[in-house]
């Protein structure tokens, strides 16, 4: 089935919870109304004709600068059977987004949801087991965000590197090597 | 009793099947080098360290940009009008002095993208990889020299026409044709 | 097994439930079977595990939030460092991704180049795969013979592009350097040697070994539902008896032009998508590499030489949209998510890790196996921790 | 004790006038200086060789670096071992911590006292030889137990607990078929195991009883491996899962005496085996026994421990690991029930008495056993090239086979 004819069956079952959809995109999709997206990804397995077994990959962007100011849950899902693709995208306001978990209907979402909370702090509830994946579990913030500034320390740890060579240097010490006389060939140029 | 059996005599038979193996290559040559005495002949185009001749370098910054890690620090200055010309060795004049130009290659990532953009070739990868040292500032690396000749006449109008122009954008960093394929990877 | 069903994990993890003769084995990030930086919580009876807590994040580098601040060139070297294994199977994914975006076609004969690289790529990352899968159950030997020939193929690297391991070969529109002539001879020597002599050596000194055959013929069964609802791809999909292969269902950079099988495990010796099967994939997909390759080098021949840098665009400006697209990688499926929006710099690169995914099955495949088994399904899933934590 | 004197007689005939004393203290501590010169450097020499051998299995060179060809390399090593520091780590049992590689060097060295090195060259000739050296080896497992108990380390306790069930679980395999000799010679004397096998190299234990001794010779040779935690079965020590298993926590001198230790038991079992089934100091033909004055025993009996040293390595360096269940599978279901086979078949055929004229029963019955097993290798066999021809067919290339696998590179 092509991407217009899955819109069309999703829009048949859920009507105005399936919000837009944007079929010219690079990879077609289907905005989801967010409480209802744990039923959409269901029908979606569920569904014979449709059959997505797999999520292929559940991504987290931000987008403070477009008009609502929002933050996306992407969900890109793939048949096996079918060999065909979709993807459905839920909007979610950009302080404490919360978006129900698909956990039960794919088992991967378990840590991709882990890793969306992890760098853009989207919760998802219902989540067994909502820890941080990547990050050590007592940072603070979310740095995916474009609104990130890097913390000046971390457990009494530089975050940004000091220029220590600058300190040196201000102390008056000359570091570094060369300038170089020889000059090595260039090995790189065509010879004419 | 059969599945017993035929356990003990497949397990047998693979091992010897095994041990036939490592018996051969108990005679085949090593292929180990011994490194400071031998080392591996490494082909003309292998990146190891940066280098950057400073008499041709126009001041452009293209490196400077292109480099993801911005291991490459530079500061030029506006050449005075009265300042005698000078031309890079690729024909091109030289408007800016370079004060200082540092490569820190504890940070460079090797990727070679600093080589492409430069319009001079001034900027290039030489494959010397031995520069191990204890303190790790000796890996940044000062070009900026104060006594350097740079060409006094325009090298394009004096020399043959035949010198190779600046062509427009990343020069192509066609391979040269290296005159005979190290022995390395022809596993001879 | 059926998929994770929530609730039940934090629970009896509580220490009040804990029964007292259990014991918490902690296989540290630094371990020499882990495969990198990879700490396993295994809550052990005796030498059987109850249950296994992975704990990932090490390595993590960071690149998406790189890839938001470099321009898209200058995003290929991180790619390259996210599996150091494979350096080249990344680069080509972003590369075909970005391609795909600003719809560039590129002539036959880069493409020819990059299946070339890619599938030389394939065996030298299989020979690690197995040849540490074999170092970790105890074997030495095989994987000093697979690194010796690994070598070789990370010579012929060397001789065009100049690295051994992180390349930084495949560029948006093209490819960094043209073949050395004399290149399609060596690699012919070398695919020559491996066919006849390495190949059926390490199948006949270790893979149908009955040693090794018993250590982990059985062990870890991954049945087909769990490997698609965990998303296992690649050569850990293909183990679990599923022909799922991207070169074939959706051809990118002109495989649709070279014929080879796509091995799937038989369970030869055992229930199929236990890790021999997966270990097996890997070894006939070297072969199956190597008759691409031949296949390829024939292509080169008889092909009139273009520009490799005709296509690169001087300045990379993808219009402003976004693409999902994913490329077989030799540990799996690699997808690139790329949003862009006008600008030099990607506006977001998120990436589809099949060792992430990979491991997200691990605490279910782990429950019941014994440590030393635990080792075994480890290494057969073949994760490259660069790649997990990005 | 007595050769050594009519040797030193007949070199200074002075030596008559002495104190008996002297001439005892002379006498007995000559050899018993030689032979533990050899016992504790001869390790050193194995570590080079092993090291040797795995690299040249494996296309590389090994040590090169120390000496020429690498030959000082071990002494390079040990005198690092010993001027590294032995770290104590907290919460260790101080005193069983120092304890436990000193045992394990006890069982590793004792058995030297009964193993015959020629007609009279044997420290002591015990009449209950082989059984005192089973006896004195299970004290090397105590010692393990007591390091992986004492290093207070999780990775430890798994080591020891395995070693300890792995070399118990193969005593009773090798003590059974250390019975099919013994009941053939009568004796449990090393020295009289070996002269019983006089003669020759067709008299020699391993092919007598044609069938029966070569599936004892290598029932015991696996279990001899299992003993010294050596090649599939080196569990204990398992690199990748245990880390170093029961001595993770040891460091400079004591960690030298493991090494040390395993080596000399590889040793040890291995001249044991020699005895048992390849005639000792025996040399394949009678008249090579004697090179002039020389006795040249000792030669012999190292020259063929050395060549089972050399196959243990060869298995290290081939196979994986085997994994403990799989290690129990082997040694109660497969070899307890061959050795309690062979055990009633060869105690029936002694009981066959040889007939007046001395007709060598011993060496002739066996041979309807032969048919009987003949049959059953061919049968094994097709089932061999049904293998073959299935790993053709997974090569997927008409004819490839092994043919092809003659080639080497280069």
């Known amino acids: 089935m092509d991407a217009g004819a899955i819109r069309d069956a999703l829009a048949l079952k859920f009507g105005e919870r399936i919000t837009s959809a944007d079929l010219e995109a690079g990879s077609p999709f289907a905005v989801v109304r967010t409480d209802a997206i744990a039923e959409v990804a269901a029908f979606c397995k569920a569904e014979p004709a449709l059959c997505f077994d797999n999520l292929m990959c559940l991504s987290g962007v931000d987008y403070p600068k477009q008009t609502p100011p929002r933050m996306e849950v992407v969900y890109h899902l793939f048949s096996y059977r079918h060999r065909h693709s979709f993807a459905l995208k839920v909007q979610l306001p950009r302080e404490n987004p919360a978006v129900p978990t698909v956990e039960s209907v794919w088992g991967v979402a378990n840590w991709h949801e882990r890793e969306a909370w992890d760098l853009f702090g989207i919760v998802f509830t219902g989540h067994s087991d909502m820890r941080r994946i990547l990050l050590p579990d007592d940072w603070e913030g979310h740095p995916l965000r474009k609104d990130w500034q890097d913390p000046e320390y971390y457990n009494g740890l530089h975050v940004k590197p000091t220029p220590q060579m600058v300190d040196r240097v201000l102390q008056g010490e000359t570091i570094g090597v060369g300038p170089f006389d020889f000059t090595p060939e260039n090995r790189h140029v065509e010879e004419p | 009793m059969k599945q017993w059996l035929e356990d003990i005599w497949e397990g047998f038979f693979t091992v010897l099947v095994g041990m036939r193996i490592t018996w051969r290559h108990l005679f085949t040559r090593s292929v180990t080098l011994q490194y400071p005495s031998v080392k591996w002949p490494l082909p003309p185009k292998s990146r190891m360290r940066l280098f950057m001749k400073y008499e041709d370098c126009i001041g452009c910054g293209q490196c400077v940009r292109a480099c993801p890690v911005a291991c490459i620090s530079m500061k030029t200055e506006k050449r005075p009008a009265d300042a005698p010309p000078i031309w890079a060795s690729t024909g091109q004049p030289i408007k800016l002095d370079v004060t200082a130009f540092d490569i820190d290659m504890s940070l460079c990532c090797y990727c070679n993208l600093c080589v492409y953009p430069c319009p001079t070739f001034c900027i290039y990868m030489t494959p010397e990889y031995e520069f191990a040292t204890k303190d790790l500032t000796e890996h940044l690396y000062r070009f900026a020299k104060k006594d350097a000749q740079f060409l006094t006449e325009d090298p394009k109008s004096k020399a043959a026409p035949d010198t190779p122009t600046a062509p427009g954008g990343s020069p192509p960093p066609a391979a040269p044709a290296p005159s005979n394929p190290p022995a390395g990877p022809a596993g001879a | 097994m059926s998929a994770a069903t929530p609730g039940t994990w934090t629970s009896d993890w509580e220490s009040g439930s804990l029964d007292t003769d259990e014991m918490v084995l902690n296989m540290g990030p630094q371990h020499p079977a882990t495969h990198g930086v990879l700490r396993l919580e295994l809550r052990t009876d005796g030498e059987i595990v109850r249950a296994a807590r992975p704990h990932i994040g090490y390595l993590h580098r960071c690149f998406e939030k790189h890839a938001e601040n470099v321009d898209y060139p200058g995003v290929m070297p991180y790619a390259d460092r996210m599996d150091y294994v494979a350096a080249m199977g990344n680069t080509l994914g972003f590369a075909l991704t970005v391609e795909k975006l600003m719809g560039i076609e590129l002539s036959p004969y880069v493409q020819t180049i990059r299946v070339l690289m890619a599938e030389l790529q394939r065996i030298a990352s299989h020979a690690v795969a197995v040849g540490t899968y074999t170092m970790d159950i105890g074997a030495f030997t095989p994987f000093l013979h697979l690194l010796r020939d690994r070598e070789k193929v990370l010579d012929l690297f060397e001789w065009t592009c100049g690295a051994r391991l992180l390349y930084n070969y495949n560029w948006v529109g093209g490819v960094s350097h043209d073949l050395p002539d004399g290149f399609v001879r060596a690699a012919r020597d070398l695919l020559r040697e491996f066919d006849s002599v390495t190949h059926p050596e390490l199948l006949d000194l270790i893979i149908h070994n009955r040693i090794f055959v018993k250590r982990i013929a059985n062990v870890g069964v991954c049945p087909p539902e769990l490997a698609i609802s965990h998303d296992l791809t690649g050569p850990n999909l293909r183990g679990s008896g599923l022909a799922r292969d991207l070169r074939k269902d959706f051809p990118y950079s002109g495989y649709e032009r070279y014929e080879f099988e796509v091995p799937v495990g038989k369970g030869q010796y055992g229930p199929v998508g236990s890790c021999f099967d997966r270990n097996w994939v890997r070894v006939a997909e070297m072969r199956e590499s190597s008759k691409i390759v031949h296949q390829a080098l024939d292509r080169l021949e008889r092909m009139e030489k273009t520009d490799v840098h005709e296509k690169v665009p001087k300045r990379v400006k993808p219009p402003k949209g976004e693409i999902y697209f994913r490329s077989e990688a030799p540990r799996g499926q690699l997808g690139f998510y790329v949003v862009s929006d006008g600008g030099i710099n990607p506006y977001r690169v998120k990436v589809k890790s099949p060792c992430f995914t990979a491991m997200s099955a691990f605490h279910h495949l782990a429950k019941g196996l014994m440590i030393a088994d635990v080792i075994a399904l480890i290494g057969s899933l073949d994760i490259v921790l660069g790649e997990i934590d990005r | ?410």
Request: proline letters at 7%; hydrophobic letters at 60%.
């Open chain 4, 1 to 410: 004790m007595d050769a050594t004197y009519a040797f030193l007689a007949s070199l200074v005939p002075a030596i008559a006038g002495w104190p008996a004393w002297a001439v005892v203290a002379l006498c007995a501590g000559l050899p018993a200086l030689v032979l533990f010169h050899f016992m504790a450097l001869a390790p050193l020499v194995y570590v080079y060789g092993e090291r040797k051998i795995a690299a040249f299995m494996q296309d590389r060179l090994g040590p090169m670096r120390v000496g020429p060809y690498g030959v000082l390399q071990t002494i390079a090593d040990a005198v690092k071992l010993l001027f590294k520091e032995a770290i104590y780590p907290r919460g260790v049992d101080r005193k069983l911590f120092v304890i436990a590689p000193l045992l394990v060097n006890v069982g590793a060295f004792l058995p030297f006292v009964v193993i015959p090195w020629g007609a009279r060259l044997q420290p002591a000739d015990l009449n209950v030889g082989v059984f005192y050296v089973s006896a004195i080896s299970a004290i090397s497992t105590v010692g393990l137990i007591m390091a992986g108990w004492a290093s207070n380390n999780k990775y430890a306790l798994f080591g020891a607990m395995r070693s300890a069930a792995q070399i118990v679980s193969y005593e009773i395999p090798s003590l059974l078929i250390i019975l099919v000799p013994v009941m053939i010679v009568g004796s449990l004397s090393l020295q009289d195991l070996t002269l019983a096998q006089a003669g020759g190299l067709q008299n020699w234990f391993l092919f007598r009883y044609f069938p029966i001794m070569p599936v004892a010779f290598v029932c015991f040779f696996v279990a001899a491996l299992a003993e010294t935690n050596r090649a599939p079965f080196d569990i204990p020590e398992a690199e990748s899962e245990l880390v170093a298993g029961f001595h993770t926590e040891y460091s400079g001198f004591f960690f030298s005496l493991f090494f040390l230790a395993e080596y000399t038991e590889m040793f040890v079992v291995s001249a044991v085996t020699t005895v048992l089934f390849l005639g000792g100091y025996l040399a394949p033909h009678p008249t090579l026994q004697q090179i002039g004055p020389l006795p040249m025993g000792w030669f012999w009996l190292w020259f063929k421990a050395w060549s089972l040293v050399f196959v243990m390595m060869w298995l290290r360096w081939t196979l994986p690991r085997v994994r403990v269940d799989q290690l129990m599978y082997i040694a109660w279901k497969v070899l307890l029930p061959i050795a309690l086979v062979l055990v009633v078949v060869v105690g029936g055929l002694v009981l066959v008495p040889a007939t007046a004229d001395g007709f060598p029963w011993d060496r002739y019955v066996g041979w309807p056993l032969t048919l009987l097993v003949v049959g059953f290798l061919f049968m094994v066999m097709i089932r061999a090239l049904q293998w073959n021809r299935h790993r053709e067919q997974e090569l997927a290339l008409p004819g490839h086979g092994a043919a092809a696998v003659g080639q080497v590179p280069r």
